[in-house]
C-alpha cells in the first residue's frame, strides 16, 4: 500500500514560482508517477507524469514552465511551476502507479491507483 501526501501549495501572483512535494510512504521506486490538477468545475486534468527511469511527458499548457523530478533515495516526487498563470489555479494531487517498469508514460487516470489529498494552488492576476 501507498500513501501520498503533498505540500507547497498556496497563494502566489502571476508569474511567480512554486514547488509542491509528494512524500510517499511505501514502494515507489519502480512506479510512473504523476501530477493532476482539478479547478473549480472541471474535471481533473493530467500536469505531469515521470516513469521509473526519469522519463517525463507533460501537458501542453505547462510545457516550459513546470518540472516534474523524482527523488527516489528519498521517495518523492516535486513539481516545480514556473511563470505562474491565473488559469494554474487549482488543487493539485500526486498520484502513484502500482503497476511497476512501464516502459510507456502514463497519462491517463485511470492508470494510477494510489492518491494524494491535495494541496491548493491559488494564482492572482
Known amino acids: 500500500q501507498v500513501q501520498l501526501v503533498e505540500s507547497g501549495g498556496g497563494l502566489v501572483q502571476a508569474g511567480d514560482s512554486l514547488r509542491l512535494s509528494c512524500a510517499a510512504s511505501g514502494r515507489t521506486f519502480g512506479s510512473a508517477m504523476g501530477w493532476f490538477r482539478q479547478a473549480p468545475g472541471k474535471e481533473r486534468e493530467f500536469v505531469a507524469t515521470?516513469?521509473?527511469?526519469?522519463?517525463?511527458v507533460y501537458a501542453d499548457s505547462v510545457k516550459g514552465r513546470f518540472t516534474i523530478t523524482r527523488d527516489n533515495a528519498k521517495n518523492t516526487l516535486y513539481l516545480q511551476m514556473n511563470s505562474l498563470k491565473p488559469e494554474d489555479t487549482a488543487v493539485y494531487y500526486c498520484?502513484?502507479?502500482?503497476?511497476?517498469?512501464?516502459?510507456?508514460?502514463?497519462?491517463?487516470?485511470?492508470?494510477?491507483?494510489?492518491w494524494g489529498q491535495g494541496t491548493q494552488v491559488t494564482v492572482s492576476s
Open positions: 515521470i516513469s521509473w527511469i526519469g522519463s517525463t
Open positions: 498520484a502513484a502507479d502500482s503497476v511497476q517498469f512501464k516502459s510507456l508514460p502514463v497519462q491517463q487516470i485511470k492508470e494510477y491507483d494510489y
